[in-house]
């Protein structure tokens, strides 16, 4: 058993029997929490372990049994195949997972975002308010970039936060939301907002040999304005300098919707012959991404590595294969929190950061009603994995 995992005191009695729903999308994440939440809680010893609270606390399986079937017409319905009365409910959704299909009239529809949150609603009002709590774990935020208003248009992040808790959900717990104020929506109820920036300092610790973590080695960048504060607590943590990269515009022309980028200005130390970690929330096409890594290339950085919450990949994989091949990028890190291809598992450019046990700390710790604030703030983490780094110890201990 982890350190970490021994040091959890969860002696409380849980706020009720444990109950995990992943829908179909997040069905490979939600096994794997599972595994996690199945053998710690073999080995806890609990002297409440007899007492009725702490009833169907042992399991062989947390997960409940839930599916959405489809009419040809492309309707659905959600059915809950087991009793969730009294249970402390997590519902797991993917609104990212494009690779799931269904029948709509004889074609073959892949599943957008707008499903995947249907469905989520459908489960949700087959639950009936039968369960004591229910909470709702969504990696990647619905909506979340539509999250302000600019014109005349809708705020689709807001509404469909209000709706989740209109129709009975009493948390929300999101990783990395493009904009954390979306939570202004809903301000009476839980809203988390969790980084994954542990997981990505260590999956490039494991696989990157050679780091010198020192400001006159490497750095931390932000592509953009927006993503200032990731920068901000990476380059703190591991106490390096950074830069941030922002993008002029033509204010006078319109070109597809919106004002074309004249130049990306930077702001910040000189990066000649630094290592630099660039760091966003997701990457979806790649562009912008990869247009600050040539302009870092230009100003003579060393090895450039990706840091990104998300990888949509929306475009392929072929321009990031090219940057690879030419010394553009040394490492691109996303993690399981959306759906992966098999084509990206397998890049050599590619690492993959398993959130997986992170979830289960965060439900374990959730259904006992234990603050998770030490989960939230994983600084002594990450100073503990760094010296240990630059021990030269075996960081898969």
């Known amino acids: 058993m982890s350190s970490r995992e021994e040091t959890r005191n969860l002696e409380t009695i849980p706020v009720?029997?444990?109950?995990?729903?992943?829908?179909?999308?997040?069905?490979?994440l939600g096994e794997k929490v599972n595994e996690y939440l199945v053998k710690w809680r073999t080995q806890r010893e609990s002297e409440h372990k007899e007492s009725l609270a702490f009833a169907g606390y042992q399991r062989d399986s947390y997960l409940l049994n839930a599916k959405v079937p489809r009419f040809g017409s492309g309707e659905a319905k959600g059915m809950i195949l087991e009793s969730?009365?009294?249970?402390?409910?997590?519902?797991?959704?993917?609104?990212?997972?494009?690779?799931?299909t269904y029948s709509l009239c004889g074609h073959e529809n892949h599943?957008?975002?707008?499903?995947?949150?249907?469905d989520l609603k459908r489960i949700i009002a087959a639950v009936g308010g039968k369960a004591r709590r229910i909470t709702v774990i969504m990696p990647f935020l619905y909506e979340s970039r539509q999250h302000k208003r600019t014109a005349r248009e809708s705020l689709d992040c807001a509404l469909a936060l209000q709706e989740m808790v209109r129709m009975g959900v009493d948390n929300i717990i999101t990783f990395d939301a493009h904009d954390p104020r979306v939570q202004n929506a809903i301000p009476l109820h839980g809203f988390e907002t969790v980084q994954p920036t542990y997981q990505f300092i260590k999956g490039l610790l494991k696989n990157v040999k050679g780091l010198e973590l020192d400001p006159t080695h490497m750095m931390v960048v932000s592509p953009d304005e927006g993503g200032m504060s990731r920068a901000i607590y990476v380059a703190n943590v591991l106490g390096l300098d950074m830069g941030m990269f922002y993008k002029r515009r033509d204010f006078t022309k319109i070109v597809d919707g919106r004002n074309p980028i004249v130049a990306h200005e930077f702001l910040g130390t000189d990066v000649s012959g630094k290592d630099v970690i660039l760091i966003d929330d997701m990457i979806s096409s790649g562009d912008s991404v990869l247009e600050v890594a040539t302009e870092l290339k230009k100003r003579n950085a060393n090895r450039i590595f990706i840091f990104s919450t998300f990888g949509l990949f929306t475009n392929g994989l072929q321009k990031f294969d090219d940057a690879y091949e030419n010394g553009l990028i040394s490492r691109v890190l996303t993690t399981n929190l959306i759906y992966q291809t098999p084509e990206l598992l397998s890049k050599e450019w590619y690492i993959n950061c398993d959130l997986s046990k992170y979830i289960a700390y965060l439900i374990d710790t959730l259904n006992h009603d234990v603050s998770i604030s030490d989960l939230l703030n994983p600084s002594e983490r990450i100073q503990n994995i760094v010296q240990r780094y630059k021990n030269n110890e075996d960081l898969n201990q």
Not at 16 to 28: A, D, F, H, R, V
Not at 84 to 100: I, K, P, Q
Not at 111 to 118: F, N
Request: glycine fraction near 10%.
């Open 84 to 100: 969730v009365r009294g249970t402390d409910l997590y519902l797991l959704v993917d609104v990212a997972n494009y690779s799931l």
């Open 111 to 118: 599943m957008s975002p707008d499903d995947h949150y249907q």
């Open 16 to 28: 009720g029997s444990l109950g995990i729903i992943p829908l179909e999308g997040c069905k490979n």
